[in-house]
């Protein structure tokens, strides 16, 4: 993973004025004639996103104006490390509505490149801890986003099942958590059916890994993460262009892991356990079929109606088995509908929720972070639609609608006791915006740290 874009020291680090576009006039207006020049010969009026770079009378860079608009949030400054050439800057002034440990975070995502196969053309640049920023912090969330990102990105043919499981346990190894995985066949010595259904057809083994870290007497935190670490569709294959980026499929356990991350690094009392089943869902003589009947961990039988609808199987066991321990607090993350995004888009994952007080606490921290989400609803009147006639319920629900609600009610009847929040995120960027380059992206991962820090630091 390459270093992390930050500085020690100010100086000699380059001003960076990061001004509003309402404020603009009344800045520029103090200013030297030549800045005023400069800026009117650019049409630069501190617009969204716009970078002006002053230069000193030795042809080199003097400062930096950039432009905020009037309704962007800190992460806008994550442009900055896109763009800005290879250097040292400073943030001299910016909007006091812009909390500086955001600031850095924002940088630091911006700074992120995957370079396993292409290396970068030219170095990230560098920016000095922002006056009141606490770096720690934001060096330990850059540092989990990276790492999900490059978990993301990896293609499937070097982030298979097996390269995901030495990931998660050197993460484990890392800080000291114990780590154990389930494999193939001795998942259905153990009870975990589904999730040897979905993956069995795979070279590389289905697995469920769990990571469980902190002091057993402390409160219990459960993650569980969807590791389909490519998706084919199965027998109800999906056309070449569903499958194009089915790599990130594996998106909620590193999301997961990313979390724990987090959480490890900033040693919290809590007992830590994250469960993440990692399969392949591939095509082969032995794959799982529409209108099988398979078991669960839970007892519930399932009709499978769809193959493509593989994720809340894995998810089913593992939620099972995350509430036998009565965990506190359980948060799962997936990759898990096209529904999703037809309803919120790409950048807005759906937040789920069968606790009020959790929701209004992640939509509050959402807005604290500048880490988006949106509460869509566990609507009982639809939870019939996934009743069959010879088993429990099935994987889908009726007709097209609603895909991702119906999932989220799939997985409620494996949820029993706990807070729960479930996210349905896409964990992809499909094109550059600010803080966050094409490709891998770690979502809600800000906001769920915000809620589970203040819920357990008290």
Same mark, same amino acid.
């Given at each position: 993973?390459?270093?992390?874009?930050?500085?020690?020291?100010?100086?000699?680090?380059?001003?960076?004025h990061a001004v509003r576009a309402a404020d603009w006039r009344a800045w520029i207006e103090?200013?030297?004639?030549?800045?005023?020049?400069?800026?009117?010969?650019?049409?630069?009026?501190?617009?969204?996103?716009?970078?002006?770079?002053?230069?000193?009378?030795?042809?080199?860079?003097?400062?930096?104006?950039?432009?905020?608009? !009037?309704?962007?949030?800190?992460?806008?400054?994550?442009?900055?490390?896109? +763009?800005?050439?290879?250097?040292?800057?400073?943030?001299?002034?910016?909007?006091?509505?812009?909390?500086?440990?955001?600031?850095?975070?924002?940088?630091?995502?911006?700074?992120?490149?995957? !370079?396993?196969?292409?290396?970068?053309?030219? $170095?990230?640049?560098?920016?000095?801890?922002?006056?009141?920023?606490?770096?720690?912090?934001?060096?330990?969330?850059?540092?989990?986003?990276?790492?999900?990102?490059?978990?993301?990105?990896? $293609?499937?043919?070097?982030?298979?099942?097996?390269?995901?499981?030495?990931?998660?346990?050197?993460?484990?190894?890392?800080?000291?958590?114990?780590?154990?995985?389930?494999?193939?066949?001795?998942?259905?010595?153990?009870?975990?059916?589904?999730?040897?259904?979905?993956?069995?057809?795979?070279?590389?083994?289905?697995?469920?890994? +769990?990571?469980?870290?902190?002091?057993?007497?402390?409160?219990?935190?459960?993650?569980?993460?969807?590791?389909?670490?490519?998706?084919?569709?199965?027998?109800?294959?999906? $056309?070449?262009?569903?499958?194009?980026?089915?790599?990130?499929?594996?998106?909620?356990?590193?999301?997961?892991?990313?979390?724990?991350?987090?959480?490890?690094?900033?040693?919290?009392?809590?007992?830590?356990?994250?469960?993440?089943?990692?399969?392949?869902?591939?095509?082969?003589?032995?794959?799982?079929?529409?209108?099988?009947?398979?078991?669960?961990?839970?007892?519930?039988?399932?009709?499978?109606?769809?193959?493509?609808?593989?994720?809340?199987?894995?998810?089913?066991?593992?939620?099972?088995?995350?509430?036998?321990?009565?965990?506190?607090?359980?948060?799962?993350?997936?990759?898990?509908?096209?529904?999703?995004?037809?309803?919120?888009?790409?950048?807005?994952?759906?937040?789920?929720?069968?606790?009020?007080?959790?929701?209004?606490?992640?939509?509050?921290?959402?807005?604290?972070?500048? !880490?988006?989400?949106?509460?869509?609803?566990?609507?009982?009147?639809?939870?019939?639609?996934?009743?069959?006639?010879?088993?429990?319920?099935?994987?889908?629900?009726?007709?097209?609608?609603?895909?991702?609600?119906?999932?989220?009610?799939?997985?409620?009847?494996?949820?029993?006791?706990?807070?729960?929040? +479930?996210?349905?995120?896409?964990?992809?960027?499909?094109?550059?915006?600010?803080?966050?380059?094409?490709?891998?992206?770690?979502?809600?991962?800000?906001?769920?740290?915000?809620?589970?820090?203040?819920?357990?630091?008290?």
């Amino acid at each position: 993973m390459q270093d992390l874009p930050f500085l020690a020291a100010a100086d000699p680090a380059l001003p960076i004025h990061a001004v509003r576009a309402a404020d603009w006039r009344a800045w520029i207006e103090s200013r030297p004639d030549a800045l005023k020049k400069l800026a009117a010969a650019h049409d630069f009026q501190a617009q969204n996103g716009r970078i002006l770079l002053a230069p000193a009378t030795d042809g080199s860079i003097e400062r930096v104006l950039f432009g905020v608009g !009037d309704k962007a949030t800190p992460m806008i400054v994550g442009a900055l490390a896109q +763009h800005l050439p290879a250097g040292d800057y400073r943030i001299a002034e910016a909007p006091r509505e812009f909390p500086a440990t955001l600031v850095a975070i924002a940088w630091g995502l911006g700074a992120y490149a995957f !370079d396993r196969y292409k290396k970068r053309k030219r $170095p990230a640049p560098r920016l000095a801890a922002p006056e009141g920023a606490d770096m720690a912090e934001a060096s330990r969330i850059v540092r989990a986003s990276w790492m999900a990102r490059d978990l993301v990105n990896t $293609p499937a043919n070097d982030m298979g099942p097996d390269a995901l499981h030495a990931a998660a346990e050197a993460l484990a190894t890392a800080h000291g958590a114990r780590f154990s995985a389930i494999i193939g066949d001795a998942l259905l010595e153990r009870n975990y059916p589904l999730i040897h259904a979905v993956g069995r057809a795979a070279a590389q083994a289905p697995r469920l890994l +769990h990571l469980s870290w902190g002091d057993d007497s402390a409160p219990r935190v459960a993650l569980v993460g969807k590791g389909v670490t490519f998706d084919t569709g199965g027998l109800d294959i999906k $056309p070449s262009a569903g499958m194009r980026i089915m790599k990130k499929d594996m998106g909620g356990g590193a999301h997961a892991l990313a979390l724990a991350q987090i959480i490890m690094e900033s040693n919290l009392k809590v007992r830590l356990d994250v469960f993440v089943p990692v399969v392949e869902n591939a095509v082969a003589g032995d794959a799982f079929r529409p209108g099988d009947v398979l078991p669960s961990r839970k007892g519930l039988t399932v009709e499978i109606d769809n193959t493509d609808a593989e994720g809340r199987l894995i998810l089913a066991d593992a939620l099972t088995r995350a509430c036998e321990d009565k965990p506190a607090l359980l948060i799962d993350f997936a990759t898990l509908t096209g529904a999703a995004r037809t309803a919120l888009g790409p950048d807005l994952p759906p937040l789920y929720a069968n606790d009020d007080a959790l929701a209004a606490e992640l939509a509050q921290a959402s807005v604290e972070t500048a !880490d988006p989400m949106w509460r869509m609803p566990l609507w009982d009147a639809y939870d019939g639609d996934m009743d069959t006639p010879i088993a429990d319920l099935k994987n889908t629900g009726d007709g097209a609608f609603a895909g991702s609600i119906y999932a989220a009610l799939f997985l409620r009847r494996f949820v029993d006791g706990p807070a729960w929040a +479930h996210f349905d995120i896409f964990a992809w960027a499909p094109k550059e915006k600010p803080a966050r380059p094409q490709g891998g992206e770690a979502q809600t991962l800000r906001a769920c740290w915000s809620v589970i820090k203040k819920r357990f630091s008290r």
